[in-house]
Structures are given as structure tokens and as C-alpha cells.
């Protein structure tokens, strides 16, 4: 018999200054905005405030254990290997559309309460995908004119900071209509490759006047996904990105412009896979899709079913290869953050969240999904490999 996970035991974000969170509090005090929460130890605002130009460049997906990795392997002679980082927590849930809302808007998740890829949506009767903007069906969340902005109601720590704030993005991103609903942007730009991103990087850093960008690179954490995190595709493309961050470097001397390189989370390589759609009786115990992510479901349970629920998270599939947390325990715990809590966080989270084990994920698929199969590479769970993160501080 499977010996039952311990929520306790796992490991958490440090939000008392290790995390994303507080690097972003550190940002913005620099720039002589009002921030709730801790800064970053290692990197007081006083550190950043003389530059007059400041760069936060996400690399989705690269995860400290994965860096680690690289550099063991000889790689990254490029910049990776040659730069000093500091090892930091994101915040949870571990994934791209709560992390990178914190670095849009400077608030935790519990503040802003986006709070995992799948978003459980009840005031508006679905569970949405929330980034693209569409239903899990794919079909649009809501019509153009719909005031997403105003239902989101983001707290953004980030809005206050003086001077320009750019947002530098790949495609469609700048302009899709999650971004928009962050108005704080006073510019977007957009770029399609590497060396679009390092054309954008250029021309910021040798604008006029002093001035705040956070630039968004994707394609690591895609290959991530597709290939797992040990994967060659992957290694390739960190190569690949190791030669962009030295010509970025280069490229931002002389403009007396802060480098700040860091990621959202990192990745769990996966061998099994949980299909909740598969287990007996498991779906109807619901009141509505899971949400959520691979790595960390939640469930919204109907209350004459919840005995049946708690009886199917104890036997197997689930016994031993995941974790059963109740939504006030997950509330107690900070986990999603300190601060405020927003107004709909206590309805988008789940009545109880399922966190998997290591090397394992799970596939919640709506009705005559066609898609089985799980990611060689997830996130958004509670392991290392997913929470720490690198942050470079690269000095003109």
C-alpha cells in the first residue's frame, strides 16, 4: 500500500523575501512605488534605483534545477555559466498565467486571483482558459465589448511606479485581451524570434529618459512540454538563449540599463499520467470541470458527493500519487500569498485542490476530448524542481 502524501511536507514558495513576489516589490520601491509586500533579500530597492533603465526578462519555464543541469553539462559558456544567480521561489501555483500576472501587476495570487492556467469562472458559468481568453471548448469567453478589465479588477502594485513601463512580448501577446485588460502599460511591443527580442531590448535601452521594461520569452517552456525538461530540443534552445543573453548584454552597454534575467517556474519531467475522466464515479462527484493545472487541480465538489470524493482521493489511482487539500487549509497556509484577498478568490478556488507527485500529472478533459495523452514536461505543483527559479543580476 501506497504510503498518503503530507501537504505539510512539501515545499512552498518564500514570500518573506525569496520569492518573485518580492523581487518585484524591490522594483517597483526602486522606481518609487508603493508596494504591500517585502523586498527581495539580496537585492534591496537601493541596489536598483541609480540605473536609469531597468530590464526583467522572463524566461518562461527555466527552472533552477533544469539550469543547474546545463551548466554541470558544460554548457551556457556563454552567459549562464558565466554570471553568478541567485536561487529564488516563484509563487504558486507554479505556472505562467498566476506568475506572470505577479510580475504584470507587482500583487501575489491570492491578491489577484488568477490562479492557474484552467480558471473556474462561476459568475460567468464556465471554466476558462484564461490567457487565450477561451472556454475549454475553445470557443471565446465572452463577447468583444465585454469590460474584462473591470471584472478582472487586477490590483497592480506596478501601475504606481514613475516613468515609462514597456511591455515587450512575442506575436499577439502585447495586444491579446488578458494583456489589454492591464492598462497600466504606457508602451507594448512586440517581437517574433530571438533576434526580434534583442532589437527590442536595443531600442529600449537606448531610448530617452528613464523607463521600466518586462520582456517575455516563451518558446523554452513549449519544448519543455513536448520534449520534458532533460530533453535535447530543450538543451538546444537554452544554447540557443545563452548566445541571445551574452549579444543582450553586449548590446545594453553603455546605456547604464539593469539586466534582470530571471523564470515563472520550472518543469516536471512526467512518466504517469492521472486521468481523472478515467477513474470510476470520479466526475461525478463534480459540480463542474476541474480547473486549474497539470500539477495542481482544483476541484469543485457537489456537496451531497463529498464523501464519495474524499473515499475516491484515498484509493488508487490517487492513494499515494497525490494529495488532497481542503480549500481552508490551502487558504491557512499562505500558500497563494500575503495580502488582501480578492473579492473572487474564494470562489475560484477549489473546494479541494489535488497536488500531484512527483513525476506524475493529470488530464482533466471535457466531454469528447480527443487529447489522452499528458506532457512529457508540467508544472504548477509543489516540488523544487517546480519552485526555484534563477535570478541573474547583470550590472552595465
Partial sequence: MKTPLR?????R????????????????????????????????????????KVVLLLLDGLGSTQLHRFILAGKGRKFLALHPWQNITTASPATTAAVVTTLSTG???????????????????????I??????????????????AKYLAL?????????????????????????????????????????????QLRAFARSPGRAYAYAYWP?????????????????KHLTEIDALLARAQRALAG??????????HGHMQTHTPLNLATIPGFYDTLATLPSGDARMVQCFVRPARVKKFLQLTQTAPLLGTSVCVSHAEILRSGLLGPGKPHPALSNRLGDFTLFAAPGHAFLYPPALST????????????SADELQVPLFVVHP
Avoid at 501537504?7 to 515545499?11: G, K, V
Avoid at 491570492?110 to 482558459?129: F, K, Q, R, S, V
Avoid at 518558446?219 to 538543451?235: A, E, F, I, K, M
Avoid at 487529447?371 to 509543489?382: A, C, D, E, P, R
Wanted: charged share 20%; net charge positive.
Fill in 255 to 264: 546605456t547604464n540599463t539593469l539586466l534582470l534575467v530571471t523564470a515563472d
Fill in 13 to 52: 514558495p518564500d514570500y518573506t523575501g525569496g520569492s518573485l513576489l518580492n523581487l518585484m516589490s524591490s522594483i517597483i520601491r526602486a522606481r518609487h512605488g508603493r508596494s504591500p509586500h517585502a523586498p527581495l533579500r539580496g537585492l534591496p530597492p537601493a541596489d536598483i534605483r541609480p540605473y536609469k
Fill in 7 to 11: 501537504f505539510r511536507d512539501l515545499p
Fill in 371 to 382: 487529447y489522452k495523452k499528458v506532457k512529457k514536461g508540467n508544472h504548477g505543483g509543489l
Fill in 219 to 235: 518558446d523554452y517552456d513549449s519544448l519543455c512540454h513536448q520534449y520534458g525538461p532533460n530533453g535535447r530540443v530543450p538543451s
Fill in 107 to 129: 500583487a501575489s495570487p491570492a491578491e489577484h486571483a488568477i490562479l492557474g492556467w484552467h480558471l473556474h469562472l462561476p459568475d460567468l458559468g464556465m471554466e476558462g482558459t
Fill in 131 to 148: 490567457l487565450p481568453f477561451v472556454t475549454r471548448t475553445d470557443t471565446p469567453i465572452a463577447p468583444p465589448d465585454f469590460p474584462l
Fill in 155 to 199: 490590483p497592480a502594485p506596478l501601475s504606481t511606479i514613475r516613468g515609462r513601463r514597456v511591455l515587450i512580448s512575442q506575436g499577439t501577446i502585447p495586444t491579446s485581451r488578458t494583456s489589454m485588460a492591464m492598462p497600466w502599460w504606457t508602451e507594448r511591443r512586440s517581437f517574433q524570434n530571438l533576434d526580434g527580442l534583442l532589437r
